[in-house]
């Protein structure tokens, strides 16, 4: 994580259409890593999963965490931690998709936050 603080936890508890919220503690940062064992505590709901095999460190080490997401009954959606806005029905949508379409093993929703993302939807209209 970047900056666990970033983490729009509330939004996500609004939201319908969720078992549980695994948050990945993919940080070092002892204040982030503070900040993460405290959110099992606001709602049952939410488990706090820790590194697997490797100390975090950022994307070199995340892919780590996505080993254990292999329950066919299940459907996984990634939130980056940077996000800022989550339009309401986002996770319901999410995983009516997810579970209509098989083939991919997880869903997510648009991280607008790099200059490729960006650029692409500018050429599709959808930014100016």
Known sequence: MASAHGFRIPQILRQRGWDCLEIWQ??????DVDYLKTLPDIDGRIVLRL?????????ATIGQFFRSCIDPNTVYIRIDDDVCFLEPGLIEELAKFRWEN???FLVSPIVISNALVTHLLQIFGKLR
Do not use: D, E, I
């Open 26 to 31: 993919n940080t070092s940062n002892n204040t």
């Open 51 to 59: 590194p697997p095999l490797y100390q975090p460190n950022g994307t």
């Open 102 to 104: 098989r083939a991919p």
